[in-house]
């Protein structure tokens, strides 16, 4: 029995005062605490994470005030499958701290996650680029579609069960959506943004400067 609590008196005090705070404001909300290599890892339940990215900003001793990114990570055989991964920064400390949120299940299977873009405007395009490679929808973002991959691109190229090879699709084919090995049907021609900026006829194996040459 002492020795338990010696263990908990220990663990406490070594808890940071991030993991501190959002024990004492949000402890039905944390799922779960880890450090690796000096990084503190929270993950949180997702219908608290916007509540807790705003203490963590607003906190005067805290002041994690700089979103340096957002990103996503697809567990594809685990359930929640994915997790959404918010990288926090305080400018005034240096303070670093990865705050996880997980979603998609099988009562989910349109994954969804609260957008932060209240707390921090710059998740604005933070999570249209998760929405666009991995299809994490973000409920209350203004202005949610795709921006890297063309808008009328197929999938979401960062699953884990996106085909390797890309997607054959009616025309217009679209840059990566057929394997760079194979001829593009013929019926397309010139119409691929396979080489961005270059116009040859892959289907009948013209170089992009004999191309140019015949125009």
Partial sequence: MGDEQDQTVE???????TVALLRERFSDAIL???????????IVRPDTSVEVCRALRDDPTLQYNFLSTITAVDWLEREPRYDVVYHL??????????????????EQPQ????SVIS??????????EVFDLFGIRFAGHPDLR???????WVGHPLR?????TGIQLPEPHWGGQLPFAEPLPAEIGRQTLREPGRVGDV????????ADALE
């Fill in 32 to 42: 779960d605490v880890s450090e690796r290599l000096g990084e503190t890892t929270i």
């Fill in 160 to 164: 884990k069960d996106y085909p390797l």
């Fill in 89 to 106: 920064m305080s400018l005034s400390s240096r303070a670093v701290v990865r705050l996880k949120i997980q979603v998609g299940d099988d």
């Fill in 111 to 114: 994954p969804e996650a609260p």
């Fill in 203 to 210: 289907a009948s194996g013209t170089s992009p400067d004999a």
């Fill in 146 to 152: 795709r921006i890297e991959m063309p808008d009328d």
């Fill in 119 to 128: 707390v921090w405007p710059a998740a604005n395009w933070y999570e249209r």
């Fill in 11 to 17: 663990q406490a005090a070594a808890e940071s005062p």
